[in-house]
């Protein structure tokens, strides 16, 4: 009985702690790819256009470049045999180019003045070989940008909406915005890639899901390969590219192994667990304006 009891409290503790962080998770297989293990070019050339958000304090600028550092999944008490275990984690969220100097990304990820000014937003904070530094990542001085203003933003309660449509510091010239659905809603089992930093890893593209639950108005509901980080991502419709969403929420995203002494991800069915759930794009009423033609 009392081994019971020590085994449902170490139970609930790690519950507890697993609901406190954000809540992403595996489903079926991991999808997640570098980008030097991706190949298909469509992905490749969105990812280009996506970018991490890391503070000031991970980022330092030195001549042309920026050098990023940060903690590893290791130290961060994820197990060594977990995937990415030895790379650095330095990303908060997620967040991708959707005019020259617009970047959308959660709203949850930027909810003030002092998120915008405490963070930069980087383009190419990714491993392109097999052979990089997984422990610190370089980026060219250009693929470095402030935020500048917050545009408009909502992490409402009531509805579970969650955006935000930030302003860069300076327009973006080296690489195109994204394309993004500016009517209707994505059918009901579209196959779907999101592309981001899960767990704040360098690029991660993860495909091999679809669309599976569409009837809220608000966000539909995924089975992404998705982790804490992956917030603000970009999710596209696989086959043409297109924006339908922002990754916002999800399943529990690691759990703990007591063979190990650590956690690994949580793995799921492709049905199973409840969802990733994706706020639609064009909840972002300014955003939609600019893209018809009708802001004022």
């Known amino acids: 009985m009392k081994l019971g009891m020590i085994v449902l409290a170490m139970t609930m503790l790690v519950s507890t702690f697993s609901q406190a962080s954000v809540r992403k998770v595996i489903y079926g297989e991991d999808n997640r790819l570098d980008i030097y293990e991706a ?10 256009s996506t970018a991490a958000m890391i503070p000031n304090g991970s ?24 995937r990415y275990a030895d790379q650095v984690t330095a990303a908060n969220c997620s967040g991708f180019l959707v005019g020259a100097d617009l970047l959308v990304t959660a709203g949850h990820c930027i909810r003030s003045r002092n998120d915008c000014s405490s963070s930069k937003w980087v383009f190419d904070f990714a491993l392109a070989e097999a052979t990089a530094d997984a422990g610190q990542i370089e980026v060219p001085a250009e693929s470095v940008y402030g935020c500048a203003s917050i545009i408009q933003q909502s992490l409402d309660g009531r509805t579970q909406d969650d ?48 669309v599976r639950d569409n009837r809220n108005p608000i966000y539909f509901v995924s089975n992404l390969d998705t982790f804490g980080g992956n917030s603000g991502s970009a999710v596209f419709d696989a086959q043409t590219g297109l924006v339908e969403g922002i990754l916002v929420r999800g399943e529990n995203d690691y759990v703990y192994d007591s063979a190990q002494g650590c956690r690994v991800p949580q793995q799921c069915t492709d049905t199973g667990c409840r969802g990733e759930d994706v706020t639609r794009i064009t909840n972002i009423t300014e955003l939609m304006e600019i893209a018809n033609g009708t802001q004022h």
Do not use: Q, W
């Open 39 to 48: 190949v298909n070019e469509l992905h490749l050339e969105l990812a280009r």
């Open 59 to 82: 980022i330092r600028m030195e001549d042309d470049k920026g050098i990023i550092r940060g903690s590893s999944l290791s130290d961060r008490g994820i197990c060594a045999s977990a």
């Open 163 to 210: 955006f935000a449509l930030i302003r860069l510091d300076r327009a973006v010239t080296d690489r195109a915005p994204l394309t993004v659905r500016t009517e209707g809603r994505v059918a009901d089992g579209t196959d779907v890639v999101v592309i981001g930093h899960p767990t704040g890893l360098p690029t991660k593209i993860a495909d091999g899901a679809y």
